[in-house]
């Protein structure tokens, strides 16, 4: 129902700029968000956004990401600069209400 991409490995310092891409037989998508997730730690809530465009950040990355979505795609961003090695988890995708989720996409930052 949600693909995510846009994961990989880059140096800290660096970006990266995650999608994800909601299915046609999701309607009526009010929040898209990211979450992350590392071995051993709960689902963390990274950056959320509403059918209008607000947005809302976790204190740990604001400043740095940036979360950004395209109604008509029904895809949502995640802009990611300066990227530190504490970045490094898997990332997902959500959207409500329906609570779908997206497969992960890993990110790796090295030092």
């Known amino acids: 129902q949600l693909q995510a991409s846009g994961g990989g490995l880059v140096q800290a310092g660096g970006s990266l700029r995650l999608s994800c891409v909601a299915s046609?037989?999701?309607?009526?998508?009010?929040?898209m968000s990211w979450h992350r997730q590392t071995p051993g730690k709960k689902r963390e809530l990274v950056a959320a956004?509403?059918?209008?465009?607000?947005?809302t950040y976790v204190d740990s990355i604001r400043g740095r990401f940036t979360i950004s979505r395209d109604n008509a795609k029904k895809t949502v961003y995640l802009q990611m600069n300066s990227l530190k090695r504490e970045d490094t988890a898997t990332y997902y995708c959500?959207?409500?209400?329906?609570?779908?989720w997206g497969q992960g996409t890993q990110v790796t930052v090295s030092s």
């Open positions: 959500a959207v409500a209400p329906g609570n779908y």
């Open positions: 956004i509403n059918s209008g465009g607000g947005a």
């Open positions: 046609g037989s999701i309607f009526n998508i009010q929040v």
